[in-house]
């Protein structure tokens, strides 16, 4: 791995990170904080995105840029099982097994749908 990589995985990290920064802000405000939609919003996004990437079937140093630092960064499934928790802890039995199922069902839907796509133009 080069110096250029490292710095690219870095840049595009950063990138990601506050890409989900910005989305779970933008979609909180709409929404508001009761349920995490903020974070499904990203995780489902997040999932099609890194299915196209595979799909594509890129080259490993642009596959490593596009997947890992930046849909990596901005994805954040331990924020998802932390709401979960919290929402469970406020017992909010019903807000945490949709939270659960939705994220997991969105997420492996928008998988197969990235993955679809980005076949189409490999």
Known sequence: MTALLWAGVVVLGGFGSFLRYWVDAQVSHRFGRTFPWGILVINVSGAFALGVVTGL???????????TATVGAYTT?????????????????????ANLV????LGL???AGGLAVGGLFA
């Open 57 to 67: 079937a890129l080259a490993p140093d642009v596959a490593l840029l596009a997947g």
């Open 77 to 97: 499934f331990s924020t998802w099982v932390l709401d979960t928790q919290r929402l469970a802890e406020e017992r909010a039995w019903r807000a945490a097994v």
């Open 109 to 111: 839907a928008a998988v």
């Open 102 to 105: 939705v994220s997991t069902v």
